[in-house]
């Protein structure tokens, strides 16, 4: 079972260190004077509202092979294609 504060410190782990203590205060403020809070999920609902307010994603710095090349064409459709094009490589064989 877990417990509202358990709940309160997994959930202002994925937050900002400046959001945190904000965070923390919300959601105790909001445990403390909502009348429907009386079991796990109605708090862990309550509670996940308040977090999606807090949260903030960080910025995408990573520099990745796909942002650099997205504009270079592919060689597959820059390129002739290799080997025989006109015929079949194999012959199929039809069974009766």
Known sequence: ??????LIARL?????P??????????????ATSP????????YRAIARLWRAYFHPPADTTDNA???HRGH???MI???ALGRTSECPRKLRVVR
Not at 12 to 16: C, E, N, P, R, W
Not at 36 to 43: D, L, P, V, Y
């Open 36 to 43: 429907e809070c009386s079991g796990e999920g109605s708090a």
């Open 12 to 16: 202002s782990g994925g937050l900002a």
């Open 78 to 80: 820059a390129q002739p």
């Open 73 to 75: 064409a592919s060689k």
């Open 66 to 68: 796909w942002e650099r």
């Open 18 to 31: 400046q959001d945190r203590a904000a965070f923390r205060r919300a959601a105790e403020n909001a445990l």
């Open 1 to 6: 079972m877990i417990h509202a504060e358990d």
